[in-house]
């Protein structure tokens, strides 16, 4: 006793030390253990990750979209009659695959969605359940995106059932930001999902002009942050024209040190 009273302020001082020393450790060993953030060395080549929507209905501009020379994701589209065969054609052309999964917007008709939609009045474990047979449709699947779904989107019991499973099945998720109150974000963060959300809209038009100038977009983007994420379509939001696009820009924005990339090489 005498010994700690004549050294007390060597004793606190030591104390502090190794509590110090541990919660450094603690922070170093949980941050590695927790960040979901895409890991891009910053001395990397800015990428852009072209989803390409819609597939599945053996819509126009399938086949000429996968004779692309550049690595995309392309999104399907479960209870289509062409789902499995495209799901097949991507995996031959090696491209990324993931769920395209229809989701209720606020406009629209229903009939857009397809058979397997998400509807906003549905109880959470419904959702699930629709969203559990969709992936089951898609081979190879790492990861899904919302067919619209503006309405779904806002709704925080639905997108949280179907990000848990989403992170059981270890899937990437991403946020075509369809509206402009989208929870996505905010509950991939909450459970630490892997996660990214569209910067760009490619098409929803048939001039190629345009197109080309959103693609430029998605290139400047990627300069800035080092990645960016861009949509387009094919069928009547797309297809041909955006094929085009795509074939006549690429080899500009890879002379300006851009590279194409899958949604998976995102988080490698």
């Known amino acids: 006793m005498v010994i ?11 104390l502090l030390f190794f509590v ?3 919660f450094i450790l ?3 060993f949980y941050s590695s253990n927790t960040d979901i953030m895409p890991v891009m ?15 599945g209905n053996n819509a126009k501009g399938t086949k000429e979209m996968l004779s692309l020379p550049i690595k995309f994701t392309g999104a399907v589209m479960p209870e289509m009659p062409n789902t499995k065969t495209e799901c097949e054609m991507l995996i031959e052309a090696k491209k990324d695959v993931i769920l395209h999964m229809p989701m209720e917007p606020h406009k629209g008709k229903k009939s857009w969605l397809g058979k397997a939609a998400i509807l906003n009045e549905y109880p959470k474990e419904k959702a699930l359940s629709i969203f559990t047979q969709s992936l089951s449709q898609i081979e190879n699947c790492i990861g899904f995106n919302n067919h619209m779904g503006s309405k779904v989107t806002e709704n925080k019991e639905i997108v949280t059932e179907l990000l848990k499973e989403a992170k059981r099945r270890n899937l990437i998720v991403i946020d075509s930001v369809t509206g402009p109150k989208s929870v996505v974000g905010e509950v991939a963060e909450d459970l630490k999902v892997r ?14 002009a345009k197109i080309i100038e959103n693609l430029k977009k998605a290139g400047k983007i990627a300069k800035e942050k080092g990645i960016s994420v861009a949509i387009g379509h094919v069928g009547a939001e797309g297809g041909l024209p955006t094929y085009k696009a795509i074939l006549k820009t690429y080899k500009d924005l890879e002379g300006e040190g851009i590279k194409f990339i899958g949604v998976s090489d995102i988080f490698k």
Do not use: H, Q, W
């Open 4 to 14: 700690i009273i004549k050294n007390r302020k060597r004793f606190f001082t030591y």
């Open 41 to 55: 060395n910053k001395n990397d080549s800015p990428c852009i990750a072209i989803i390409i929507d819609d597939f």
């Open 26 to 28: 603690f922070e170093m």
């Open 20 to 22: 110090g020393c541990f």
């Open 195 to 208: 996660y990214v959300k569209r910067d760009v809209f490619l098409d929803s038009t048939s001039d190629t």
